[in-house]
């Protein structure tokens, strides 16, 4: 991590337009005999390019709780070997409390099944999608992006990448109706997901849908657009599962359902395709219905099973709530750059970003205590580490706002090095226009009246120190100057610079004294 850091501050330095703000490895660690991350930070994070970044300890809790599912944990032995899901399903020695795993296995397996019967393997690349158990619900989505694919295709596309793209769109439909048939003779379904089943079996208008998803495929047109061999019984083939069910009731089999009569043309294969899929979401939407219902009473049987184990089980209950514990630290960078925007929006890019409290955070990792931040904030290395405070009444504060280049005066606080990036990045753009005008005294002038009056609108703001513009910046440019005649001949106009940036007052020191009564 450390030679992450370090490239990170050279890039920085190199660029001179950003700035880097860095997690300490192990942050969510408190300093002990054994761990010490600060040090460890301060070890290997180098010596280069201090002033360009800035360090934030400790890590945050946050508020927002990840969810934790029984799929996600996998229980291992101190040497990292896997507990067998005999030892699992006797932890307690309570029969009820022991068959709560098992449950909760039988039910992901359940989602599975209703998951994998939608095989869209058929599907090739570029554009094949898989589902899972994660994307499954998207199924509307990924519809649209195949027929987005397809759009795609510029008219002189070839007719391979057309038909490439249209036999993909094609392959979602079919799957799920052959996904339907494939429940139909799963075996171990509970007995929600088997009811479900049978009415959609008993649903005429599906069953009218899936004749007439057979019925498309068959039309002329169609299949042109998936292959110029493609051919009646390669359909019947394909929904051959179908055959003899009811789900295509009162047809016989496929081979009884006709073709479509609809005539899907264009001006080449790709404008044939894009008409028949305007045609295709017809019989898509009442599928997708379909699975996705079977697919929410599964997953919530698994869900109220998970319920109850993490509820229950010891064990399991225990697990969640440690694995929540640490789900919820995270980093403070993420945190830190929203405080560094928020300021710079509401006081200025020269206001430290400091002593403003941490929105949905609940805590910090480690407490952070005046002894612990001496430290931070002063070592002999340099390397200032901000701290992140907890104060009661006041939530979690940034408490720091100090570079890594501690023991340097100037470049010790992190607005004066992020106001010098600004005002560099702003003064170079906007000098830009100059570049190959009259290298004399005129474009001298419009040059420095220009720097002038940025400067003096960030005096205004409060950026720069003093009673007036004289005393917060200077510019200068001209012959003699900033530059030489010899300068001048080879194509130099030198500007400098100077601003007297304000600095933070990071210690208030308050003094108190007796005064003698005088009256």
């Not at 992450?4 to 660029?15: D, F, G, I, S």
């Not at 337009?17 to 300490?24: K, P, S």
């Not at 510019?475 to 007297?500: F, P, Y």
């Amino acid at each position: 991590m450390g030679s992450l850091h370090a490239a990170a501050l050279a890039q920085c330095e190199l660029l001179q337009d950003r700035f880097v703000i860095m997690d300490l490895c192990q942050g969510d660690q408190p300093i002990s005999p054994t761990l010490n991350p600060i040090q460890n930070f301060r070890d290997n994070v180098g010596t280069n390019s201090l002033k360009y970044g800035a360090a934030y300890y400790p890590w945050l809790r946050t508020i927002y709780e990840p969810d934790v599912h029984f799929r996600q944990l996998s229980l291992v032995t101190p040497a990292n070997v896997a507990i067998t899901n005999v030892v699992i399903d006797s932890l307690t020695g309570d029969a009820v409390l022991d068959a709560l795993p098992a449950a909760v296995r039988a039910a992901d397996t359940t989602v599975g099944t209703v998951v994998g019967a939608v095989n869209v393997g058929a599907m090739t690349n570029p554009g094949a999608i898989t589902l899972n158990r994660g994307n499954v619900t998207q199924l509307p989505d990924h519809f649209a992006g195949l027929v987005d694919r397809l759009r795609q295709l510029p008219a002189a596309a070839p007719d391979a990448d057309v038909r490439q793209r249209f036999s993909n769109l094609l392959v979602l439909p079919r799957a799920l109706a052959l996904g339907l048939r494939t429940l139909d003779t799963a075996a171990g379904l509970p007995a929600t997901l088997t009811l479900a089943l049978t009415d959609l079996r008993a649903n005429t208008d599906l069953r009218a849908t899936i004749s007439g998803l057979v019925a498309y495929e068959k039309n002329a047109g169609v299949m042109s657009a998936v292959s110029a061999a493609r051919a009646v019984a390669d359909v019947a083939t394909d929904y051959a599962s179908l055959n003899t069910t009811d789900w295509i009731a009162p047809n016989p089999n496929v081979g009884a359902i006709a073709a479509s009569g609809e005539v899907f043309t264009g001006a080449n294969l790709r404008e044939t395709a894009l008409n028949a899929a305007s045609a295709l979401r017809g019989f898509f939407d009442p599928l997708a219905a379909a699975v996705l219902s079977l697919f929410s009473a599964g997953d919530f049987l698994a869900g109220e099973a998970e319920n109850q184990l993490f509820a229950r089980h010891p064990v399991y209950a225990a697990i969640a709530s440690q694995v929540t514990r640490t789900m919820v630290l995270l980093p403070p960078s993420g945190a830190i750059a929203g405080v560094y925007a928020a300021v710079d929006r509401t006081r200025g890019v020269w206001k430290a970003p400091a002593n403003v409290s941490l929105a949905d955070v609940s805590g910090v990792a480690v407490k952070v205590n005046d002894q612990i931040q001496e430290d931070l904030n002063v070592t002999s290395t340099g390397k200032s580490v901000n701290a992140i405070r907890a104060f009661a009444g006041k939530g979690c504060l940034v408490w720091g706002a100090r570079t890594l280049a501690g023991n340097d005066n100037e470049w010790r606080y992190v607005p004066v090095r992020r106001f010098f990036n600004m005002a560099e990045e702003s003064i170079e753009k906007a000098t830009e226009p100059f570049v190959f005008e009259p290298n004399d005294r005129g474009t001298w002038v419009r040059v420095r009246a220009m720097i002038e009056n940025f400067l003096t609108v960030q005096w205004r703001q409060g950026a720069l120190a003093g009673k007036v513009p004289a005393q917060a910046f200077f510019v200068k440019v001209g012959l003699g100057e900033t530059m030489t005649a010899q300068d001048i001949l080879e194509g130099r106009m030198i500007v400098e610079v100077g601003m007297a940036v304000v600095r933070p007052a990071e210690f208030i020191i308050l003094r108190f004294a007796h005064k003698m009564q005088t009256s």
